[in-house]
């Protein structure tokens, strides 16, 4: 029996703590409130944990709430801790992912995977688990989604995939859950896909001639634009958003700022003279309201990457944007005495050996200039430059 009873409750009116023994008190301050407290030994430390207040806990339940506060001490469990994650209301999966989706896009650059990120998921998942908690959802569910398209869409597939565990991680960092998601049951009772080829669809070097040809039959922004990312290697992405305040067409020379390469990095583009003169043509297009070279039809946005892709398509030609770079790529190879490192960096790819990215202090300008020009003129069929005639516009 406990030293406190109702009658005698009624009658404290002083300010204090009065023991109803095994760490439970009720606490009266100045102002005439009172409220339950236990304290407990947690974890070696003393601790005062509020049970309510005297208004809405009678001493019978205060008992109770200080009987079972004590055992899950005993079991390991901080109680406040329970308490705090109780308080929390747990999101349904849609709301989750709109909030990570706001917490990350800033520090995604490109526009259209900030988009298509949240697209996959309203699509894929929000049908089946988008009005489920978060702290419901489990392997099964997460398979339910994934079976319609693992087959017939796998890469879709699995980037929903990544995504859910994206969101459901996050959950857990919240505390919205008690485990992260659940990586190992996802994929269970899904069958295999097949394997994929990582090769981007590339039209071989040696069309890149007379494919050029073709595509100079006639002049829109489009065509242009691609003529122009073919000539210097670029990504896409780095074309369309080019903006004139990069380009320094009398040193022949593209400089990307930072912010638009997909590593982050400055990089700069030696132009060829056939490159120079495609961007030279490009200043027809050149709105007032707008600083990029290859506007799209709302001039103050880049072209669109299907508008380039359509171009390919109304040729028959089955092959992607990006495999222009892959060209590129194969033509060094085989037809040059270029390194792979030079070609590399004409690509703007990152060093994977740290090491060795640790001591590069280059970034070959002067060897891609001359690599560039090469290219351009296979690309044009016009005479490739001579290294003497290079000696010298290098000298002069």
């Known amino acids: 029996m406990g030293k406190l ?22 606490e009266i301050n100045g102002k005439g409130a009172a409220s339950w407290v236990i304290r407990v030994q947690n974890k ?38 329970e308490r705090k994650q109780e308080r929390q209301v747990i999101p349904t999966f849609r709301k989750a992912a709109e ?36 702290s419901e959802i489990e392997g099964p569910l997460i398979r339910d989604v994934l079976a319609p398209i693992w087959l017939t869409k796998p890469e879709t597939a699995r980037r929903v995939r990544q995504r859910i565990g994206t969101v459901l991680d996050w959950s857990y960092a919240r505390g919205f859950r008690a485990t992260e998601a659940p990586m190992r049951s996802r994929s269970k ?24 040809e073709k595509l100079g039959e006639r002049e829109s922004v489009g065509r242009v634009a691609l003529e122009a990312l073919i000539l210097t290697a670029a990504r896409s992405g ?31 583009v030696p132009l060829a003279p056939e490159a120079v ?43 992607t944007v990006h495999g222009f770079r892959s060209a590129f790529r194969d033509w060094v190879a085989e037809k040059t005495d270029y390194s792979g490192e030079i070609a590399e960096a004409a690509l703007a ?8 990215a640790a001591y590069r202090r280059t970034d070959f300008l002067d060897k891609r200039r001359l690599l560039m020009r090469e290219w351009a003129a296979f690309c044009k069929k016009t005479p490739p430059p001579s290294a003497d005639s290079w000696d010298e516009e290098s000298n002069a």
């Open 349 to 356: 790819h990152t060093v994977s050996n740290k090491v060795e």
């Open 99 to 134: 909030m990570v989706h706001e917490e990350h896009k800033e520090a995604w650059k490109n526009g259209k995977h900030q988009d298509q990120w949240i697209a996959t998921l309203k699509s894929y998942a929000f049908p089946k688990m988008g009005d489920r908690l978060v």
């Open 44 to 81: 070696g430390k003393r601790q005062d944990i509020g049970l309510g207040s005297l208004k809405a806990v009678s001493l019978k339940d205060a008992r109770e709430a200080a009987f079972l506060t004590r055992q899950k001490i005993a079991q390991g469990i901080d109680p406040v801790a």
């Open 5 to 26: 009873t109702a009658l005698k409750i009624r009658s404290l009116i002083e300010p204090g703590r009065y023991s109803d023994g095994d760490g439970l008190f009720l």
């Open 189 to 212: 009772g899904l069958p295999r896909q097949p394997k994929k080829e990582n090769h981007f669809a590339a039209l071989p070097y040696a069309s890149v001639p007379k494919f050029l």
């Open 277 to 319: 003169a495609v961007f030279k043509r490009a200043k027809t297009f050149k709105v007032g309201a707008s600083e990029l070279v290859f506007p799209g039809q709302n001039v103050k946005k880049p072209l669109s990457d299907m508008t380039l892709l359509k171009i390919l398509r109304d040729m028959d030609l089955a092959v």
């Open 238 to 268: 780095e074309i369309r958003g080019a903006t004139w305040s990069e380009f320094d067409l009398e040193a022949a020379l593209w400089t990307i700022p930072a912010q638009r390469m997909k590593m982050g990095r400055i990089h700069v």
